[in-house]
């Protein structure tokens, strides 16, 4: 597997962990009407700024390198839907992280509003990573080859991950101790 696709693939490995915090939470609000909306509200500030601004574009140098590389027509098609859902993940993520904020604002949020928001999003998001995966990487392995790779790198080496990547942007340290924590929790219920 490339390098780019190992990271791209590790992003969303990443992605998904934040998923499954936000729908833990998600599960807390909707049983108790109470959740961690601070935690929440964190992860989608890192969703808006990382995915939206820096993994997805990674996505799209790649998806038009291989349109001029010549995709089949099924890959055609996948190309075109991932990138229309990264505008619609982009909208969807900004709706959520704007009710987070309310509510971590002290406003009055419907419930149903709130869990409908962040539900919608996490599984969309999750079905687009799996798309990404099972529909394009393989392919790209493929078509793809040393002109492009160094070229769309190039875009990894440019924005690390602020939460992921090798120093952990301020704004996020929370976030980053909230992850370790939990592996660490994690790891000693299963051992």
Request: no cysteine.
């Amino acid at each position: 597997m490339s390098t780019v696709l190992g990271a791209l693939h590790e992003d969303h490995r990443n992605i998904n962990q934040l998923l499954d915090l936000l729908a833990r939470e998600l599960d807390v609000v909707e049983d108790e009407s109470n959740g961690n909306f601070e935690l929440m509200r964190d992860i989608m500030t890192y969703m808006t700024r990382y995915p939206d601004h820096t993994h997805h574009p990674k996505d799209d140098l790649m998806f038009q390198r291989m349109r001029a590389r010549g995709v089949v027509s099924a890959t055609e098609d996948t190309i075109a839907a991932l990138l229309r859902e990264h505008g619609a993940l982009a909208k969807k993520g900004e709706a959520f992280h704007d009710v987070l904020r309310r509510v971590v604002d002290g406003a009055m949020v419907e419930r149903q509003e709130l869990l409908a928001a962040g539900r919608d999003y996490v599984e969309f998001l999750r079905y687009h990573a799996r798309l990404e995966e099972e529909a394009v990487f393989a392919e790209a392995e493929m078509l793809l080859g040393d002109a492009d790779w160094p070229v769309i790198m190039q875009t990894f080496e440019a924005q690390a991950d602020p939460v992921f990547g090798p120093t952990v942007d301020r704004e996020f340290r929370a976030l980053y101790q909230h992850i370790r924590n939990s592996a660490y929790l994690g790891a000693r219920q299963e051992g």
